[in-house]
Structure formats: C-alpha cells, structure tokens
C-alpha cells in the first residue's frame, strides 16, 4: 500500500523558515517522482516542485516559475523522504501543503516535468503552513 506522510507545517511569521517532509513507503522510492503542492483556502491546487520527475532521470528536480528562489526540494533515499525547504516565508505562502508520487515513467506520457496534479497518482494528507504577518 502506498503511503505518503507530510510533516513540518506550522504558524511561522514573515520572512520564517520551514522545512516540510514527505516519508513514502510501499513502492520503490527510486522509481517515482515526487511532487510538492499546495492548496489555499479557496484556490486551486499547485504545483510547487518536484524530484526525479523529468525526463524519468532519477534526481532531477523542478520548480513552478513563479516560485523558484525561496523553495528548495531534496531527498534523501535511504530514508525515502523528500523535503521541502521553505526560506522567506510570506503571507500569500499559506496553504495546505501536499506530496504526491507518481512513477516517473508518466513524465514521458505526460512529456516535460511532472507539476500537474493531474499526474499524480498517490497523495499524502497534507500539513498546514501558516504564515503571519
């Protein structure tokens, strides 16, 4: 059965940092791309970033345009979690923040990174990030 777990949220202020983790369990973690999304309170889901998700090349990584600079993705895969690393935290940052996997195959499927969540087929329950003014 697959598994994914975030953890990490919190209430932080302005100009904060948070790192998020995904634990994944049940698949082998080589052979999927993880993604990073986030949901507002009335918004649409988003793609934040995602690892090993072009091309189906392990490692690779990408980031939504709009959010590249303040986001960092890594794993570590031995322990199979990947992190999101969250430096200058704003308000408009706050959200529901969710990890997905999906085989890294569908990249080629799909074509270009996998950052749609539409591409995902395994979602984590999400942990809340919250960030004051």
């Known amino acids: 059965e697959v598994q994914l777990v975030e953890s990490g949220g919190g209430l932080v202020q302005a100009g904060g940092s948070l790192r998020l983790s995904c634990v994944a369990s049940?698949?082998?973690?080589?052979?999927?791309?993880i993604g990073w999304f986030r949901q507002a309170p009335g918004k649409e889901r988003e793609g934040v970033s995602c690892?090993?998700?072009?091309?189906?090349?392990?490692?690779?990584?990408y980031y939504a345009d709009s959010l590249k600079g303040r986001f960092t993705i890594s794993s570590n895969n031995a322990r199979n979690t990947v992190y999101l690393q969250i430096d200058n935290l704003k308000p408009e940052d706050t959200a529901d923040y969710f990890c997905?996997?999906?085989?890294?195959?569908?990249?080629?499927?799909?074509?270009?990174?996998?950052?749609?969540?539409?591409?995902?087929?395994?979602w984590g329950q999400g942990t809340q990030v919250t960030v004051s003014s």
């Open positions: 690892i090993t998700c072009r091309d189906g090349i392990k490692g690779t990584t």
């Open positions: 049940g698949f082998t973690f080589d052979d999927y791309a």
């Open positions: 997905a996997a999906a085989h890294a195959s569908r990249s080629a499927l799909y074509g270009g990174p996998l950052l749609n969540p539409f591409e995902y087929t395994d």
